[in-house]
């Protein structure tokens, strides 16, 4: 038996005890005639004590041969410490330690195994196991457990059943993002792995599954972005006979039990606004609404003069910087220059001054007197003591990028306070989005999503106006889960991909065993799918997901530390070339 | 709102309330005047009414046109059911509708959607969501859920941590059943999907997390045998600072936990077999121990005569078939052809009756005389009314060999009770197992498993004997869980792997981060793993795993419903190809 009890347990009640323990050396204080080891595990950290007087000669020469991260067991009495530490659950007791084993002895770590280390993010990806020993990393991949288990006991009590969906599944039309698994068996032939269990989850509520949900991996084959994996995890849900309020109403208490459970915070009722709402008012489908700085639209106080740049505008936007008048006019300048970083994109920035006397001070006062101005702080909501911003140019185009400054001055002024929690759902998304490089429609998505009730004809005169009942859960400018209503008959789905520019040929190859399923009987149906990763980050107060994963994989998709992926050996490659039946040019 | 209650609610309580239903047509009786359906969803089925005296002509010719598997929706009022139905939950009430709406047709299943369909196994893997929907698979499915969950739960308050581990990882040399995923950021090189997270969770011990679990799935790119799939799913278990004896505790428990919560049946104390114990007595690593037959070895009270066969033979082993002396002539010679078959591959068969009146007559009456016969039946435990059944040659082909008719016996006498449960240990597996096709040793459970302490050294001298502190769980006849104590320290393990006969590159490139690993102060440790498809049809009484897999492939490893694996296109495949840097001869 290698311990008695763990690293985190002993109190003074146990003092007298005789006890065994295990664990990692975290440090020792070595004075000579007296020498601490602070033992560590999972669980927690406790003192051991050994000194002249009351241990051997041999044991006092074992324990100064100890090094840092040495695994150790000791057997020992539980005494009191004289000089008590309030700062640990085990600070009132240490260790007289009477048999010291060493189990393992440990090499110098690359870097310090503290709360705060030395070591740079890649090496410590390197070194992943040495990571996950520090409390930051450890306690985040705790808490990760934490908020799935959460997860898993509320949606079994409201009558949800885990299904397992397939990993080795077909590839889909937007084949380009797919990871495809060569099958051996199968000459030729390929697996892909799922990018969500989408089409399988349909499947289960025309089998009349009725609430279905499953934590799962996904998996995405493309270039990276900051703080993306290309395996990544999803609470995946789904349920039938239900509208559109049935599963919003659902997934709120799903959210709100988590709020409440992992984070003690009560929230009462979720916020709703449309998509267009969002855009208008955020210049974003995920606003972060912990904070106001909403837009204020300026064509009407700002297109009457002869500013030519306002004038052929599509859009003139502004909004009001909380205390921003006290910005130095450098200050600003590098606002400007911000907003013009290729990232942003703007072509300018226009600023307004509003004094605490109630005046006005603009970068364009030779076009707009006072009463203009008082109009744009009226619009952006500006109190006196504020700074205006004001952008312009092509809606689809400005709102993003007043959204990006919004955001980044939010992050500034520290109204985006990590521990405050700001959920919302996002409604009424459309169901196409155009897209400038295939100039074709997608959709916004997938092709499952139903249009609204009645707009089906909609699609054939303004694709771009219909609406569909799909949704976000957005918090703290971030979306956490999406979803929508399905087409559940063959009809509209065949409709569908066919507005999405498929032929009837390409659909049924693709989507055929679904459309078929339809036939039979598929109930109405929708669902929602939480991204994990980012749920439990936003939970634990982080922006980074990577340190709730873990082993994650770096922004070029590779795991440096078992270096992965790999070339594979020239035979395994011949013969994987063989059975693929792949032809070189 | 599409239901105010679902079908398997409504009771004599409801009587008289409004209600609002959702479901499936399961049955329509039409009497003319009088019309019931049977609607049907996850939770039950309710009666619904129509008739002509309190429904409207309208309203009746709607009923009239429903087929089988309509989805409909119905508000009604609950009334109480003429004549009552005792088999069913809702069988005192029915509903009288006042309005039905269609909310979508079905076409005619290929099979009926009933407990004893007449559709073939093929059929319902092609229409696996209309399976779903009859009663013995939906029930699998929750079953499944509700198994997967009590192991959450339990491991959970144990203290165990479920961790996510990758499923994009490093191709191993055993590469030929790793499926491999080529990357297309990372040109030529490829991932490879987890036979098993075994490294990653011994990593998560060397990171300090003490204890692991997660259910996970599991690949396998390899010929299937019958009922197996190539993704699988495992409970994946590992523990730090601990002997075997705290793993067979702990996991112990958690069966006892599976076995109470889900079956309602208490096991004190499981029993505990060596491998060794366990060939000579069944001739079989995972005994089916719910009856006896236990083998006698007749070596010695046969092999004194003049009979060849058994003089020649290494072993000569035999079992006593209960009430086995009713046999006919033909029926033994039926059983002798049995053994014959080349799956089983016995040369012959050897019998003796017991009579009821204490005298033998067997096939060999020349050779062995009634004394003789009376020591075989001392031996193999045989009463009057027995039959000895007795088969010889090497040991290693023998003991499999009664072992198959053994457990066919049992399967025929009724001996194999599946809601009977007899889990035991088999524990001191040897460390290695001789290959004859490659005429090497091979890791028995895999090449992280640590020599029982001071058996290293045999290593050289006779590697076949060497045990391992490696178990594994046995339900049944079958292998629901095997793990071991694993090695934890870079000298040792680098030697493992060149008694394997890896070269110390080979090593290095493929294992060389958990060697890195075990340098920074690995703990003890060791694990397990359950097979969660095997253990929960077990659990469920049957013999099956496809059944508790909601979208399973077949032998081939083929998706028959979504046609998968397939063929990718000309463009994809050429993409691919070059990115993947493969040539073809």
Known sequence: MYRS????????????????????????????????VDLRDRYGITQLVFDDERSSKALMEQAQSLGREYVIQVKGTVIERASKNANIPTGDIEILVSELTILNSAILPPFTIEDNTDGGEELRMKYRYLDIRRNPVKNSLIFRA??????????????????????????TPEGARDFVVPSRMNEGQFYALPQS????????????????????????????????????????????????????????????????????????KFPRMTYD??????????????????????????????????????????????????????????????????QIGALGMIYARYNEDGTFKSSVDKFYDQEDLAKWAELTGAKPGDLICVLSGD???????????????????????????????????????WDEDTERYHAMHHPFTAPKPGQLELLKTDPGAVKANA????????????????????????????????????ANAQFGFLMDA????????????????????????????????AFPKNNSGRDVMIDAPAPIDEKQLEELSLKLNLKSK
């Open 518 to 549: 339809f036939q039979y009987g598929a109930p109405p149906h929708g669902g929602l799918a939480f991204g994990l990763d980012r749920l439990v980050a936003i939970l634990g107060g982080q922006e980074t997901i990577r340190d709730f994963i």
């Open 277 to 342: 709402d969002a855009m208008r008012t955020y210049g974003n489908d995920k606003p972060d609404i912990r904070f106001g700085m909403e837009f204020g639209e300026l064509n009407d106080v700002s297109q009457h003069k002869d500013f030519g740049v306002f004038n052929s505008a599509e859009l003139v936007i502004g909004i009001a910087v909380p205390g921003g008048n006290t910005y130095t006019r450098k200050e600003i300048d590098q606002l400007i220059d911000w907003v013009k970083r290729p």
């Open 395 to 433: 809606a689809h185009k400005v709102r993003p990028q007043l959204s990006a400054l919004r955001m980044e001055l939010a992050t500034r002024l520290g109204l985006r306070n990590p521990k405050e929690f700001a959920p919302l759902w996002v409604v009424d998304f459309p169901l196409l989005e």
């Open 5 to 36: 009890h763990n690293c985190g347990e002993l109190r003074a009640s146990h003092i007298d005890n005789e006890v065994t323990l295990s664990g990692w050396v975290q440090k020792v204080r070595d004075k000579g005639f007296m020498l601490w």
């Open 197 to 268: 269990p989408q089409t399988f989850k349909q499947l289960l509520m025309v089998g009349g599954m009725d609430k279905y949900f499953q934590i799962v991996k996904c998996f995405r084959d493309e270039d990276l972005r900051a703080d993306r994996q290309p395996e990544f995890t999803q609470i995946d849900c789904e349920m039938a006979f239900v509208e559109q309020e049935d599963i919003l109403n659902a997934f709120e208490g799903l959210t709100r039990h988590l709020l409440k459970e992992i984070n003690g915070i009560d929230i009462e």
């Open 146 to 171: 934490k908020v799935a288990q959460e997860v898993r006991n509320y949606l079994s009590n409201e009558g949800f059943i885990e299904v397992e969906t397939p990993y080795l599944i077909k590839s």
């Open 471 to 506: 949704y976000d859960l957005v918090m703290n400018g971030n979306e956490i889960g999406g979803g929508s209503i399905r087409i559940h008959d063959k009809k509209t789905q065949a409709l569908m991909f066919d507005y999405l520019g498929f032929t009837p040929e390409e």
